[in-house]
């Protein structure tokens, strides 16, 4: 059964075009994250949600844009896609703020 | 400043060969300290979390211990499957207390 799933797992699209990626969790968690890891593997939170309420936002351009529909999942709609956000999105869930976060496998983006 | 510091980037050994990871942090209070391991290609699997200095947790051949300043990943005698990136991340008291630090890993490989 998959815990954290997302979709899709590739992207590859141009420059200046606006595209989504979906997550989903099965686990009954209330916390939901979206990760960026850049190419030399360093992985950086960018949003959190708890019952779909904001609570971390890191300093993330504008142009992304989290949307949590219910606590199960939490999509990422990004605007005007630029070469540098070229990288692996990773989401992730926990129970509660201290407990371990279970991720998902990765939707690498590619810009052109 | 909040931060995680890893080392080696990265370590070969030899089948058998026991060896241990390093990962020193900086943070205002520690809330708690997790590993997780990531193959090429999937998200980060969690191993474990840490609270407090003096605690020790074991997983088959790996076991993680921390103190003030750092935490060991230990490896005993290592199979060619335990070959991954390993991540270490902390989670600090106040502000966004479910905010996960990550360092950059270490990319281990073990030959047979």
């Known amino acids: 059964d998959t815990a954290v799933s997302q979709t899709p797992k590739y992207l590859v699209t141009q420059m200046g075009n606006d595209k989504s990626i979906k997550c989903e969790q099965n686990?009954?968690?209330?916390?939901m994250y979206w990760y960026k890891q850049d190419s030399k593997k360093f992985l950086k939170i960018m949003f959190s949600?708890?019952?779909?309420?904001?609570?971390i936002n890191e300093t993330v351009p504008n142009r992304f844009s989290p949307k949590s529909p219910d606590k199960a999942h939490l999509n990422l709609h990004i605007n005007s896609l630029e070469l540098g956000d070229s990288a692996v999105y990773f989401c992730?869930?926990?129970?509660?703020?201290?407990?371990?976060?279970?991720f998902g496998p990765g939707t690498r983006l590619t810009v052109l | 400043e909040d931060q995680v510091t890893q080392s080696p980037e990265a370590l070969r050994l030899q089948e058998g060969e026991s060896s241990s990871l390093n990962c020193s942090y900086t943070?205002?209070?520690?809330?708690?300290l997790f590993w997780y391991r990531q193959d090429p290609g999937k998200g980060p699997e969690f191993l474990f979390t840490?609270?407090?200095a003096g605690e020790e947790k074991e997983k088959e051949r790996l076991k993680a211990t921390l103190t003030k300043k750092e935490s060991f990943l230990h490896i005993t005698a290592p199979k060619p499957e335990d070959s991954a990136t390993y991540l270490c991340?902390?989670?600090?008291?106040?502000?966004?207390?479910?905010?996960?630090?990550f360092g950059t890993g270490t990319l281990l490989a073990v030959q047979p």
């Open positions: 992730a869930s926990s129970q509660e703020a201290v407990n371990e976060q279970f």
């Open positions: 686990l009954g968690h209330d916390t």
């Open positions: 949600y708890n019952n779909k309420e904001l609570i």
């Open positions: 943070v205002s209070g520690l809330r708690g």
């Open positions: 840490l609270y407090s």
């Open positions: 991340a902390v989670q600090a008291w106040g502000g966004a207390t479910n905010k996960l630090i």
